[in-house]
């Protein structure tokens, strides 16, 4: 009988030592390439710089990878460890390499800097998603460092005891939609993402709530659909104010569309929620019960006194239909009423939600008299995801947890957002937010992504590493 890849508890404290520091390392290393889309003047080619950056350290571990750059300086990287081709399809580690941009002014350090301070390390990237980038990076090392030891070619040979592949694939262009990324690769490179099943970003990170631990893994996400409405009124002089200044219009359009509209509990939420109030005290519970429902006063009074709004605004996106109106452009002089006006605003469809039906929504929302005046132009549109709460996959992802942090709560969850998970979905590919980190209870986890002084503290890395890699080796051992 072939030895199986050994179980994370089974490897020698040293050797998790050595991974845990080369982990640190690399999050720190990656961090300081300035790979921000879109890109800037300064750092033109910051994600071709990341991707070969990742391929010299997958060369140092015998591996031959693969950098694509289908737009100049637009870089994504990609490597497959051999099974023995006994245990079905792929295992796809997915990541992206680019960040959002970073202005530093109301940091405390420098974004690009990857200072290691109290334990955490700050920097653009370091929770989306430059953390779990290492961690799947650290886990095909680990992997490629047990082939050499069975003195076995990892570049060639099956790695000992997989019986599946594994798959590492690490974008572009994630923050901008991925068409010089994960898109251009699905319809390009479509067996660098074809699996089985695959780990992304933004699950698997614990969120304490009212003392318990859970573990949101993230199996659906919502789409986007943004539009730009354009707002006619009359052009006049501003000392004889006008009904129809599209300035006016546009403040009407965007306080209706401002309102959170009404409830619809998709199956996948209607796990999370049966699971989260049965393991929240019930105070917290029934707070969750009202935010849920569909009376909005009560919604809206739970809200209010919701412990951590941060998770309340989370949920109330992730139970309806929501849209945001982000951009608003009007009017040329202080004494010229403006007759032309436009609002951009982000839309965002819960699964089973389409983008006609949106649409429909949003003109029903402005109502007759305001939409008569309003022309409606969908911008950019990408359909909800979904991946099964149930299976193998995602029944081991639990069980993993439960392994490493026996008081965790896991439970299935979707993203208010969309990532790479939509052009997987186009090759079959079912996907989960998975990457796997224990927080302090009062890490404010999701105001990080994009925001201010992100961080990723190293303790959170040493428990998501053992937990990354047992998931690989269950699944593909
Ligand atoms: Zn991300």
């Known amino acids: 009988?072939?030895?199986?890849?050994?179980?994370?508890?089974?490897?020698?404290?040293?050797?998790?030592?050595?991974?845990?520091?080369?982990?640190?390392?690399?999050?720190?290393?990656?961090?300081?390439?300035?790979?921000?889309?879109?890109?800037?003047?300064?750092?033109?080619?910051?994600?071709?710089?990341?991707?070969?950056?990742?391929?010299?350290?997958?060369?140092?571990?015998?591996?031959?990878?693969?950098?694509?750059?289908?737009e100049s300086g637009r870089g994504s990287v990609h490597v497959r460890l051999r099974g023995d081709g006994t245990g079905g399809g792929p295992l796809l580690l997915l990541s992206h390499l680019d960040v959002v941009p970073a202005p530093p002014?109301?940091?405390?350090?420098?974004?690009?800097?990857?200072?290691?301070?109290?334990?955490?390390?700050?920097?653009?990237?370091?929770?989306d998603m430059k953390a779990m980038v290492a961690m799947e990076l650290g886990v095909v090392r680990l992997l490629a460092a047990q082939a050499r030891a069975a003195?076995?070619?990892?570049?060639?040979?099956?790695?000992?005891?997989?019986?599946?592949?594994?798959?590492?694939?690490?974008?572009?262009?994630?923050?901008?939609?991925?068409?010089?990324?994960?898109?251009?690769?699905?319809?390009?490179?479509?067996?660098?993402?074809?699996?089985?099943?695959?780990?992304?970003?933004?699950?698997?990170?614990?969120?304490?709530?009212?003392?318990r631990r859970l573990y949101p893994i993230q199996v659906a996400e919502k789409g986007l659909a943004a539009y730009r409405i354009s707002i006619r009124g009359t052009w006049g002089h501003g000392s004889m104010p006008r009904e129809d200044n599209a300035a006016v219009l546009a403040a009407a359009v965007i306080e209706r569309l401002a309102v959170p509209g009404p409830t619809r509990i998709t199956p996948v939420m209607a796990r999370f929620l049966d699971l989260a109030i049965a393991a929240l005290p019930p105070d917290a519970g029934s707070m969750l019960s009202a935010l849920a429902g569909d009376d909005p006063a009560r919604a809206e009074a739970a809200l209010a006194t919701a412990c951590d709004l941060m998770y309340a605004r989370a949920l109330r996106a992730l139970l309806r239909d929501t849209m945001s109106p982000d951009v608003v452009h009007a009017g040329i002089k202080y004494n010229v009423i403006p007759g032309d006006a436009v609002v951009e605003v982000d839309c965002r469809l819960l699964p089973g939600t389409t983008e006609p039906v949106m649409r429909a929504l949003l003109i029903e929302r402005l109502g007759p008299e305001l939409s008569a005046v309003c022309d409606v132009e969908l911008l950019v549109f990408g359909a909800p995801v979904e991946a099964p709460a149930e299976g193998p996959l995602f029944d081991l992802l639990v069980a993993t947890i439960r392994d490493h942090d026996p008081d965790g709560i896991p439970l299935p969850v979707m993203a208010p957002f969309a990532t790479d998970a939509k052009h997987t979905a186009t090759l079959?590919?079912?996907?989960?937010?998975?990457?796997?980190?224990?927080?302090?209870?009062?890490?404010?986890?999701?105001?990080?992504?994009?925001?201010?002084?992100?961080?990723?503290?190293?303790?959170?890395?040493?428990?998501?590493?053992?937990?990354?890699?047992?998931?690989?080796?269950?699944?593909?051992?």
């Open 105 to 127: 002014e109301r940091w405390s350090h420098d974004p690009f800097s990857a200072d290691l301070v109290d334990g955490y390390i700050y920097g653009r990237g370091a929770v």
């Open 151 to 211: 003195g076995r070619d990892p570049a060639r040979d099956p790695i000992p005891g997989l019986r599946r592949d594994v798959l590492f694939t690490c974008t572009a262009d994630e923050e901008a939609g991925g068409l010089a990324g994960a898109k251009w690769v699905a319809d390009h490179r479509p067996e660098w993402l074809r699996a089985a099943g695959a780990l992304n970003e933004c699950g698997g990170v614990s969120a304490t709530i009212a003392g």
């Open 1 to 70: 009988m072939k030895s199986a890849v050994a179980p994370s508890r089974q490897i020698d404290q040293p050797v998790w030592a050595a991974a845990v520091d080369e982990l640190v390392e690399t999050v720190r290393e990656l961090i300081r390439i300035r790979s921000i889309n879109p890109p800037a003047a300064a750092a033109p080619d910051g994600e071709l710089v990341a991707a070969r950056r990742i391929a010299a350290m997958l060369s140092a571990t015998g591996l031959e990878p693969e950098v694509i750059e289908p």
């Open 428 to 477: 079959g590919t079912p996907t989960y937010g998975f990457s796997p980190l224990r927080l302090d209870p009062d890490e404010r986890f999701l105001e990080r992504f994009h925001g201010v002084d992100e961080r990723v503290s190293v303790e959170a890395l040493r428990w998501g590493l053992p937990v990354l890699y047992d998931v690989v080796r269950r699944f593909c051992a």
